[in-house]
């Protein structure tokens, strides 16, 4: 059978080519939707079946503030990707590792190298760290990471781990939005 001069399959084939193009496009810059592992981010996303919302028009950190979630190619190794927070903007001095607990032995105290080191975010990175510091490879370990590796924000989330539908119309498979949870002190003291 054919519809006008090409046959039935060379249309259908066409429309296939061209509709996976079109989410080809959509993946690339505008919205992806991909599968987060490990427990560098509890309690915001679970350690296994959570599955993010990314928005791409965040890039390149454009548009990014302190607080928000971003997925971003890991910096030692480009063929993975890392879900973090930022947690320090260009310019800002941050503390390198606020988990270091200051131990003491006696009078001495252990651990002294790391605890109360700053370090200036260097213009065009971020400073990164996972929600939950003691199971989190992040800028502490890897130093700050280029905006330039910042694939995008973090919108929302679902578990599907939960059930697909837990009575309320806002929950479908534990569907939640991922705030932005750092308070801007100066903002509110304004």
């Known amino acids: ?7 039935i399959w060379s249309k259908t ?3 296939a080519i061209r509709s996976l193009c079109f989410l080809h496009i959509i993946h690339m810059y505008a919205y992806e939707f991909t599968e987060t592992r490990g427990e560098s981010m509890l309690p915001t ?3 296994t079946n959570d599955y993010v919302h990314v928005l791409k028009n965040f890039q390149n950190g454009r548009g990014i503030k302190m607080g928000d979630c971003i997925v971003a190619l890991k910096p ?3 063929n993975h990707r890392i879900c973090k927070r930022v947690t320090g903007m260009p310019g800002d001095l941050v503390l390198v590792d606020p988990s270091t607990i200051v131990n003491y032995v006696g009078d001495v105290l252990v651990d002294e190298e790391r ?3 700053y370090i200036k975010v260097p213009e065009g990175h971020v400073w ?3 929600d939950n510091l003691s199971h989190s490879l992040d800028s502490r370990t890897y130093n700050a990471l280029p905006m330039g590796l910042i694939m995008g924000k973090i919108v ?3 578990n599907f781990d939960k059930p697909f539908w837990d009575g ?3 929950n479908i498979w534990g569907f939640k939005w991922i705030n932005n949870t750092f308070l801007d002190v100066q903002a509110k003291s304004n």
Do not use: E, H, K
């Not at 059978?1 to 046959?7: A, E, I, W």
């Open 76 to 78: 030692t190794d480009p």
């Open 156 to 158: 929302a989330a679902n």
């Open 115 to 117: 605890f109360g080191t």
């Open 1 to 7: 059978m054919t519809v006008g001069t090409l046959p």
């Open 168 to 170: 309320s119309i806002r």
């Open 13 to 15: 084939f066409s429309y």
């Open 45 to 47: 996303l679970s350690a």
């Open 128 to 130: 990164v760290t996972g």
